[in-house]
């Protein structure tokens, strides 16, 4: 009996996992720079659009965004790979913000450390191993951590899904 009344419940989960991501079809976007950045290098990030409005939100497109941060800015239409500068660790915060149907919803977005996630994902990746996995991923890891030079880690922004209700 607990099975039929809960059957119609998991049935929109199960279809919201299947959910298919829209493709992005534009080449990145470029930010403006509007003061020198001093800038060593760039990043991207994806930012999505979803309709929250029914049961299984829908990813939508062609929704009108703009990213910025102190001294750079772009304006795009979602889904898009968005180009960001990468100032070292002096990123800085930065926002995305999207409209649709009259309405505007802002992301906040925290610099990040990318090299240092990718290093931490190498570890993760050994979790999905077993035991010798952790070992050998974390002593990988910490090598790479105390190793590298962090004038070279690549700071960004993570990727953005932002959901109109």
Known sequence: ????????LLAPLALAACT??????????PYTALKPLNEVGTS???VRVMNGASRIPKEMTGIPCTFGG?????????PAIVTAPNMGART???SVKCSFEG???????QAQNKTLGDIT????????AGVV???VGGAVAAAQTVTRDKTADVWGYPDVTITFD
């Open 70 to 78: 102190d001294g750079f800015v772009s304006s795009f239409t979602a």
């Open 121 to 128: 994902g190498t570890v993760s990746a050994g979790a999905n």
């Open 20 to 29: 298919v991501p829209a493709q992005i079809d534009q080449a990145p976007v």
């Open 92 to 94: 800085p915060a930065a």
């Open 1 to 8: 009996m607990h099975i039929r009344r809960a059957l119609p």
């Open 44 to 46: 991207s990030f994806s």
């Open 103 to 109: 309405r505007t919803q802002t992301r906040a977005l």
């Open 133 to 135: 996995g952790v070992l």
